[in-house]
T-cell receptor
């Protein structure tokens, strides 16, 4: 079934540890995005990628990095996790910018 | 960046009632989407509607781009409609989300 797959579904992580959230899409979409969702703040963009090989910063990029080595994969890395990065993380993709976006099922991350 | 305001923030309905959710945005947009986040956290696409009107079953949406607002109509609401409804708009680059309308439909 075509779509976006995120892994892991949930994770408890010790502060200071490194963590990579994985996102894979099989729709051959050019654009991909990472959002975090926090109570009262809605969904905020962390990083995005217009096409393979390019990335850009969103509204809340600090403490996160991304790479886009190919069309299908867009991993999000927390180099040294802090408790304020406790959140639900959503990956999304769209055919290109300004077209309909589709979301993965989310990753619930708790940093303790 | 673009500001997105949704109203009302919360809504409680009796099953079978109709409702209208509103999304105001501060600038011209190239993309507007409505999402439903169900109680399990999944974000479900409802409409991709940068302008005009669309209908899908009991749901319909209208975007008046020149006046910078969009409306989501839910008719004959069901308990399965409960959840949070998000409006998201895209100006020059990426989607900006409103804070959502939390809907509870009681039996």
């Amino acid at each position: 079934i075509a779509g976006i797959t995120q892994a892991p579904t949930s994770q408890i992580l010790a502060a200071g540890r490194r963590m990579t959230l994985r996102c894979t899409q099989d729709m051959r979409h050019n654009a991909m995005y990472w959002y975090r969702q926090d109570l009262g703040l809605g969904l905020r963009l962390i990083h995005y990628s217009n096409t393979a090989g390019t990335t850009g910063k969103g509204e809340v990029p600090d403490g996160y990095s991304v790479s886009r080595a190919n069309t299908d994969d867009f991993p999000l890395t927390l180099a040294s996790a802090v408790p304020s990065q406790t959140s639900v993380y959503f990956c999304a993709s769209s055919e290109s910018l300004n077209t309909e976006a589709f979301f993965g099922q989310g990753t619930r991350l708790t940093v303790v | 960046g673009i500001q997105v305001e949704q109203s009302p923030p919360d809504l409680i309905l009796q099953e079978g009632a109709n409702s209208t959710l509103r999304c105001n945005f501060s600038d011209s947009v190239n993309n507007l989407q409505w999402f439903h986040q169900n109680p399990w956290g999944q974000l479900i696409n409802l409409f991709y509607i940068p302008s005009g009107t669309k209908q899908n079953g009991r749901l319909s949406a209208t975007t008046v781009a020149t006046e910078r607002y969009s409306l989501l109509y839910i008719s004959s609401s069901q308990t399965t409609d409960s959840g949070v409804y998000f409006c998201a708009v895209e100006g020059y680059s990426t989607l900006t989300f409103g804070k959502g309308t939390m809907l509870l439909v009681s039996p």
